[in-house]
């Protein structure tokens, strides 16, 4: 029993290692990761030279600092490419971003967050890095939105508390007015987001239901202001996202009539 505790005890350490580097920077040393876990920097010392060889964590000899390694990318592949979800949304987003020369975004909800299981740039809305394996806010985001659609607004108050966090002047910070969003997202098939989780970025997005009906995912396009223009293309924008999420939601066995398209 002591070995097997032991045994634990180091397989959580190694976890809250790796997890340090999701906390904003990518580049830590012994001592940053040591403070960011409550780890000892001897221990932590041990762990890293372990996950070093199974090259889950790579170090940079001349400065010293230690990365996250390219073991983890056979991992991750092997979990998106089993996840049907991203099998079948992947294509279709691959052909809406070239298409449309937005962003073009499917995410899934974990737990409290939505996350990100693939992501495409087009040429209008350029992206220094990738969303995929990112987390976002439910509340705040069009894709957030879609994935809410799945739970009662009691089940939606107890996931996400009391207090809705806000990230700009414009993010929904109480249930009663999501609610009344969601009511809209419900009726039209498909949700925006303006402005509310970053200052000059929208996205339409509409939500992805499998062969039992329930929502499952969520599909959006996103930019810049400029090149969304909701003022404009919101209708077109809209009707283009529906048949997205429709096509990925038929390869998943949805067999029920289609969510309403807006009227051209």
């Known amino acids: 029993m002591g070995v097997e505790q032991s045994g634990n005890q180091s397989v959580e350490r190694a976890i ?8 904003g920077r990518t580049e830590l040393r012994v001592s940053d990761i040591a403070r960011l876990t409550g780890i000892g920097q001897s221990t932590v010392s041990r762990l890293l030279a372990t996950l070093e060889s199974a090259r889950l964590i790579a170090k940079d000899e001349d400065s010293g600092f230690f990365r996250l390694g390219l073991g983890h990318v056979p991992l991750a592949a092997a979990v998106l490419n089993g996840h049907p979800v991203h099998r079948e949304a992947r294509p279709v987003a691959q052909r809406l971003a070239g298409t449309l020369g937005l962003g073009a975004n499917v995410a899934v909800r974990d737990d409290s967050t939505l996350f990100y299981l693939c992501n495409f740039e087009g040429e209008l809305a350029p992206k220094s890095h990738v969303l995929m394996g990112g987390r976002n806010p439910l509340h705040a985001t069009g894709l957030g939105k879609c994935l809410l ?15 809705l966090p806000a990230y700009t002047v414009s993010t929904v910070t109480d249930h009663e007015a999501l609610d009344a969003d969601l009511e809209r997202v419900a009726t ?18 509409a939500p992805i239901r499998d062969g039992s009906g329930e929502i499952v995912a969520a599909l959006s396009v996103s930019g810049p202001l400029s090149a969304i223009d909701l003022a404009g293309r919101e209708p077109e924008l809209a009707r283009t996202v529906i048949e997205a999420a429709d096509r990925v939601a038929l390869a998943l066995g949805y067999q029920a ?8």
């Open 16 to 23: 809250s290692v790796l997890n340090a580097f999701l906390e």
């Open 149 to 163: 659609l799945a739970l009662s607004p009691r089940q939606r108050r107890d996931l996400l508390g009391a207090d």
């Open 257 to 264: 009539h289609r969510m309403a398209v807006p009227p051209r």
């Open 188 to 205: 039209r098939g498909y949700a925006t987001e303006n402005e509310e989780l970053a200052l000059g970025r929208a996205c339409i997005a």
